[in-house]
């Protein structure tokens, strides 16, 4: 059955609910309560993307993720695509080139063979383009249904070159905003394909990795602070999660932001906001002020992030809210999202 | 109950079944098949205000003019009385 | 878009905002009855461009958050029976029931599913014949015409496995208990543009004359909310009170006839039970007779259990526009989008969710509470 999206929150939870993987409130509640106490330790506490360890004076990065997404083939992608682009990309957000991916395939009995065979090779297409090789993996078969055709899961190595940490601790306040390009084209990819919400109309996934362009910032000696590539909760999930970890409100102006003509056609019919909506090959950086100029001209010559544009700004403000100045003038806070965005009719 | 979007109809079809009437409509480069059987005097090319897969009107495009001609008409008042004083 | 981005053109705006600012000499207290609209003003933040004087309070526009409790109830039980397909738009699933939700039933393995309009809701019944298809059929006028043709079309098939379980509201019979609420401090309605796109504005004259108060017709961009603003502000600050259409790209004073006949041979009008607020006479719809074999509540017999809402919500104070939202002793604290105690809480144009994500929270120290909200 296909699942739309996560459903409600609730107060004190006895059992795991559907929006506990939805990437927003409570997700970061089941990551607090149950699985930082059990395995703390620095590099966990960090709460970035990735882990950025030391081992014997190498830094590396390290990175986990499963893939769970239906349909299996969407326009634009596959899940295959998701699961390199999206680990190459979390190392990308740590500064480290990535270096090696590994692949666990959980295959739910009577799965097609073919398309196993498409999600396979768009895996190695993506691999590929990303220069990452895939060098382990592991494969197990569940009975049919329990496994939603497949579940995916890639862990990524990368080696370290940012100079500096880069994440949610190195922000200052006066530092820019970028945005690397559009939003939304994730999510809206997927809905038009998803049963009761389908629609025609030219909408692919945005899934890319976004390392050679993150590549270039550090190599031009941009004092990157912070990157966080835009996933589930969207853009907005992302500066929350950012300004709640460095104490400081970010704010960012609605007119700024690009939103291509067809993610806002699906947007204003389904009654969802753009700021909200999954992006698999967009993110965000931190940068001083005094490097944003130099920052976007470098994004906007590499492809992932041609329509990289300024956002917004850091201010000084422990409350850690993000807000928003509207298009018209008026000003709002952009929340954290409870489970996931729902499309609405009123 | 309250979102009704603006697209523009790209092709309508009379059904054969129950002779009800439907047309793709355009929402900025999304097209999702629409009920028009409620705006029996649409045309292809007309701009109707679509809510939950129904047109409930025809958007009248001379009316959507006016605000933006009585904003001109202030601008035009504000420009004279500045130049006024 | 067209017709759409030019009713949020910053200028535009701007400009009417000045506008507005010129004509208000007095404070004024207006209510914008659609949740809809709520939605676009804390969107925009459009609080922000209006002059300390005007105050926006937030009608019951929003079917969500009116829906009786039972009805809620009544729609999870129905739910979980396993033959059922419970098809719903997505504004209601996660409204708080009287222990469950659409979503909870869902995540328990109900089959409760999502849809854009109550057409796919009768594709499905037909493609999955061995299902009762069941569709909670809830919303104002607005509404009323897409579910009035999806009956009518199960009909003309005769399509078994389809059903609809009905809470239909209607406007201006709320709008009526509001204005006759002896501390209702409206001065003034921007009525809700969608809902008399399909029934015109005829019934808003009577109410107008009674009550003395002006009623604009107002659409739910930034620009047609301003424009509805400065309408109504004008009518006050001169000491008239008429009905007037702001929105007349879309509304025509008739409304859309053939929409009211096919809604008229499908419903008629009853006395419906709103949440929060009570009940309201000849304010609801329910399908015919002609038609009642089509109507959920008597096709499944389900119990209901011991219906109670918490005793800490004030969610009809709310909805009736004479408290605000952060005013709530539980606002932000027991009762968040997370933990909500009512249904203002949850869907999306609910005055109290809307306040939460839109971001007045005063104990925030939040540098956005503006002047024009504070102290209200």
Redesign the interface.
């Known amino acids: 059955m296909a699942t739309l999206s996560c459903p409600l929150p609730r107060p004190a939870t006895d059992r795991i609910l559907l929006a506990h993987g939805g990437g927003g409130r409570l997700t970061n509640q089941l990551i607090e309560s149950v699985f930082l106490p059990a395995f703390s330790n620095a590099a966990l506490e960090s709460r970035h993307d990735g882990a950025v360890l030391s081992a014997d004076g190498a830094r590396l990065a390290m990175t986990t993720d499963t893939y769970v997404v239906d349909p299996l083939v969407f326009p634009g992608g596959t899940i295959g695509d998701l699961a390199v682009n999206g680990t190459v990309n979390d190392l990308a957000m740590c500064g480290a080139r990535p270096f090696a991916l590994s692949a666990g395939f959980l295959l739910e009995e009577g799965l097609s063979m073919e398309t196993l065979r498409t999600i396979v090779a768009a895996m190695r297409e993506a691999a590929r383009v990303a220069k990452v090789p895939i060098v382990t993996g592991d494969t197990k078969v569940v009975d049919k249904g329990k496994g939603d055709g497949l579940f995916l899961n890639t862990t990524g190595i990368g080696v370290v070159v940012a100079p500096h940490p880069v994440g949610p601790e190195s922000v200052r306040p006066g530092d820019a905003v970028l945005v690397s390009g559009d939003l939304g084209a994730h999510g809206i990819a997927i809905l038009s394909v998803r049963g009761g919400l389908e629609f025609e109309g030219e909408v692919k996934s945005d899934t890319a990795p976004v390392w050679p362009a993150v590549e270039a910032l550090l190599e031009t000696g941009i004092d990157v602070h912070c990157l966080r590539d835009l996933t589930r909760g969207g853009l907005s999930s992302a500066l929350n999660e950012i300004a709640t970890v460095a104490r400081l409100r970010i704010t960012v102006e609605e007119a700024l932001i690009p939103v291509s003509d067809v993610v806002r056609g699906a947007c204003e019919l389904l009654g969802l906001d753009p700021f909200y909506v999954a992006n698999e090959g967009r993110f965000v950086a931190f940068v001083p002020e005094s490097d944003a100029g130099r920052a976007l001209e470098i994004l906007r010559s590499h492809t992932v992030s041609a329509g990289a544009v300024r956002a917004g700004t850091v201010y000084e403000n422990p409350s850690g809210i993000v807000t928003l100045r509207s298009r018209v003038g008026g000003n709002r806070v952009l929340d954290m999202l409870s489970g996931e965005q729902l499309p609405r009719i009123c | 109950m309250c979102l009704a979007v603006p697209g523009k109809i790209v092709t309508i079809v009379q059904e054969e079944h129950l002779g009800l009437r439907r047309g793709k409509v355009d929402f900025g480069g999304i097209r999702k098949e629409v009920c028009l059987d409620y705006t029996p005097e649409a045309r292809v090319g007309d701009y109707v205000l679509v809510h939950v897969g129904f047109a409930l009107t025809v958007v009248d495009e001379q009316e959507a003019q006016r605000v933006f001609e009585a904003l001109r008409q202030l601008d035009q008042l504000d420009e004279l009385s500045e130049n006024g004083t | 878009?067209?017709?759409?981005d030019?009713y949020?053109?910053?200028g535009?705006?701007?400009?009417?905002a000045q506008?507005i600012r010129r004509c208000t000499t007095r404070p004024w207290t207006l209510m914008e009855v659609?949740?809809?609209?709520t939605?676009t003003i804390?969107?925009?933040?459009?609080?922000?461009?209006l002059p300390e004087e005007i105050t926006l309070v937030h009608g019951p526009?929003?079917?969500?958050c009116v829906t009786p409790l039972e009805m809620i109830d009544r729609a999870v039980a129905i739910a979980q029976r396993s033959e059922v397909m419970l098809?719903s738009?997505?504004?209601m699933?996660?409204v708080p029931g009287s222990t469950q939700?659409l979503?909870?039933v869902?995540?328990l393995g109900a089959?409760v599913?999502?849809?854009?309009?109550?057409?796919?809701a009768l594709q499905?019944a037909r493609s999955n014949p061995q299902r009762e298809v069941v569709f909670f059929a809830v919303?104002?006028?607005?509404?009323a015409?897409?579910n009035a043709?999806a009956v009518w079309?199960a009909a003309?098939?005769n399509i078994p496995n389809f059903s609809m379980l009905v809470s239909h509201v209607l406007v201006p019979p709320a709008m009526e208990a509001i204005l006759s609420s002896p501390d209702c401090r409206v001065q003034a309605f921007l009525a809700?543009g969608?809902?008399c796109?399909?029934m015109g504005f005829e019934e808003y004259f009577p109410i107008c004359r009674k009550y003395r108060v002006p009623i604009v017709v107002t659409g739910?961009e930034?620009?047609d909310l301003l424009?509805g603003v400065q309408m109504a502000v004008a009518q006050l600050e001169s000491g008239r009170a008429d009905v007037e259409n702001q929105y007349?790209?879309?509304?025509?004073r008739s409304g859309?006839r053939?929409?009211q006949e096919?809604i008229a041979e499908v419903f008629e009008v009853t006395r419906r039970a709103w949440r929060g607020i009570g009940e309201i006479p000849s304010s609801g719809l329910r399908l015919r007779e002609a038609y009642r074999r089509f109507d959920a509540e008597a096709r499944f017999a389900v119990e209901i259990g011991h219906v109670e809402e918490s005793s800490e919500c004030i969610a009809g104070l709310v909805l009736q526009g004479l408290r605000k939202p952060y005013e709530c002793p539980a606002f932000g604290t027991r009762c968040?989008?997370?933990?909500p105690l009512g249904a203002p809480m949850v869907?999306?144009?609910g005055a109290c969710a809307a306040y939460?994500?839109?971001?007045r929270?005063k104990e925030?120290?939040?540098?956005?509470v503006s002047s024009a909200t504070a102290g209200h």
């Open positions: 878009m067209k017709f759409l030019e949020r053109d910053y535009a705006v701007q400009q009417m506008a659609c949740g809809g609209q939605h804390v969107k925009t933040g459009l609080q922000d461009l526009g929003c079917p969500v098809c738009f997505g504004d699933l996660r939700s979503f909870d869902k995540s089959d599913r999502i849809v854009y309009s109550p057409l796919d499905l919303g104002f006028e607005t509404t015409p897409a043709m079309e003309r098939e809700a969608h809902v796109m399909v739910f930034p620009l424009e007349a790209r879309a509304v025509r859309n053939p929409a096919r968040t989008p997370d933990t869907s999306s144009e939460f994500h839109f971001g929270r925030d120290g939040n540098p956005l």
